[in-house]
């Protein structure tokens, strides 16, 4: 078990296989060009969360390969469970609080404009609230976070949508909960979102 004060860091990415990531940039970039800028931004989020004083659990779409193991020595790597994001996503939470850590918090890999000092802030938030999340300007959010797995929060939720953030406040009101919100950031989605993001990872 885990020291009572530990952190973890859930990373949710996707393998970096052509034709299977950035899909709507790939509509009018082509696929290489998406995959390219996937993984400038798998990346990024990387360094960012390098310098996160947490345990990284990294959570690949597929399969966790042998390069991907030698690439990412120190992470904890698994494979997402099979079903909807939000199911995705109570997966890795349960196992992370099974593991004994006292808060998690989840990212993915979309979000040029996210730092460490941001997800470090997380992780300060729970120290007085239940949940934190991070808004993304498309109605979803870029992080969340919890001390415990709450029941029903990734449930009824159609993902992808405008309504993500909107529909988990309300959940979270609902069951009299304290949540804290960081920042409001973009997502990179598209090729104008890359064009307007891309000088945040040095391109």
């Known amino acids: 078990m885990k020291r009572p004060e530990s952190k973890a860091l859930i990373i949710f990415q996707k393998n970096l296989i052509k034709g299977t990531v950035k899909t709507r940039l790939a509509e009018t970039m082509g696929e290489e060009a998406a995959l390219e800028i996937?993984?400038?931004?798998?990346?990024?989020?990387?360094?960012?969360?390098?310098?996160?004083?947490?345990?990284?659990?990294?959570f690949l779409s597929d399969q966790v390969s042998t390069q991907e193991k030698v690439g990412y020595a120190?992470?904890?790597?698994?494979?997402?469970?099979?079903?909807?994001?939000?199911?995705?996503?109570?997966?890795?939470?349960?196992?992370s609080f099974a593991k004994g850590y006292k808060k998690t918090i989840i990212i993915g890999t979309d979000c040029a404009a996210l730092t460490d000092s941001i997800i470090e802030d997380a992780y300060t938030l729970l120290d007085v609230n239940d949940v934190v999340i991070g808004p993304a300007i498309d109605g979803g959010y870029y992080l969340?976070?919890?001390?415990?797995?709450?029941?029903?929060?990734?449930?009824?939720?159609?993902?992808?949508?405008?309504?993500?953030?909107?529909?988990t406040v309300e959940k979270l009101k609902n069951n009299q909960l304290e949540y804290g919100c960081l920042p409001e950031l973009p997502d990179v989605d598209s090729a104008a979102d890359w064009e307007s993001q891309k000088h945040l990872i040095g391109e």
Request: aromatic share 12%.
């Open 144 to 167: 969340i976070g919890m001390k415990k797995v709450i029941d029903g929060l990734f449930e009824d939720i159609p993902w992808s949508t405008d309504q993500v953030f909107a529909l």
């Open 74 to 95: 120190g992470y904890h790597c698994y494979v997402q469970a099979e079903g909807d994001l939000g199911y995705r996503m109570k997966n890795a939470f349960d196992h």
């Open 38 to 58: 996937y993984r400038k931004l798998v990346k990024h989020t990387h360094v960012q969360s390098s310098k996160v004083k947490a345990d990284k659990l990294l």
